[in-house]
């Protein structure tokens, strides 16, 4: 049966990091949560638990979304449940760095289908239920490298860029129909995968920020929950940098 009542947000990739802040900040604006996981099970049902410990609601949704057979099976469960869809979140990503003349080909198609190829899934899926409503919110996590590029990160780099591409055009496209589609390039920011930079690197890095300081998930889902809002009514095609004031 539709519940068409509820505001409903879909957020990819969300049983960690960037995704379980922006999971958890919706939830606490009041949207009805699809929490989207691949492998992570456990991690995610932890995200739902903590929605749902704060008031929340929330649901989990298992899918691959460099799959096309994944999303439309998830899209037909969105569509069967709740009719509609408010906001899509696309924030599903992997990284496989290393320098361009070590690229494997397989380092290369995994990043650009978990970062790329996944957005074009999702965000066609998305508007065709937002086309029917007239009204939706579509926001692509990318990433300032998209813009500046990075040694080490040719595949990630040209992923992220293709997603910036790719959100002007969704947005020219999707405006007529009342559907914003927006993308917000975060900088440096602490998570299990910065984690793992060394020390020295890490301090080298935060020496490029002018608020000398790595950025937190929280900002990247404050940003996420303003885009997402009826506050940014009349944003559309942007690229809103979450950086501290890196790229500039």
């Keep these: 049966m539709e519940n068409t009542a509820v505001k409903t947000a879909l957020v990819t990739g969300a049983s960690r990091g960037i995704g379980a802040a922006i999971a958890k900040k919706l939830a606490a604006r009041g949207f009805m949560v699809i929490i989207n996981y691949g492998h992570s099970s456990a991690a995610a049902e932890e995200v739902k638990n903590q929605i749902e410990q704060a008031g929340g ?52 198609d995994a990043v650009l289908s978990t970062d790329l190829k996944s957005v074009f899934f999702t965000t066609k899926a998305a508007a065709s239920l937002m086309m029917r409503q007239r009204s939706g919110s579509i926001i692509n996590i990318a990433s300032v490298v998209g813009i500046t590029g ?23 496209e999707l405006a007529a129909r ?53 506050d940014a009514g009349y944003i559309t095609g942007q690229v809103l940098k979450v950086d501290g004031g890196m790229v500039m």
Aim: no cysteine; net charge neutral; hydrophobic share 45%.
């Design 150 to 172: 990075n040694a080490g990160q040719a595949n990630y780099a040209a992923a992220k860029a293709g997603v910036i591409g790719f959100t002007k055009s969704a947005a020219k």
């Design 57 to 108: 609601q929330a649901v989990l949704m298992q899918g691959d979304v460099s799959s096309g057979d994944d999303v439309d099976r998830m899209f037909k469960d969105i569509k069967k449940t709740w009719g509609k869809l408010d906001v899509l979140v696309n924030n599903a990503g992997i990284n496989r760095d290393t320098l361009l003349v070590r690229m494997k080909e397989d380092q290369w």
């Design 178 to 230: 009342g559907i914003r589609v927006n993308a917000i390039a975060p900088g440096f920011i602490e998570t299990d995968m910065t984690d793992a930079i060394p020390e020295k690197i890490r301090e080298g890095m935060l020496e490029t920020i002018p608020l000398r300081r790595g950025g937190k998930a929280e900002d990247v889902a404050n940003a996420v929950a303003f885009l997402a809002s009826d």
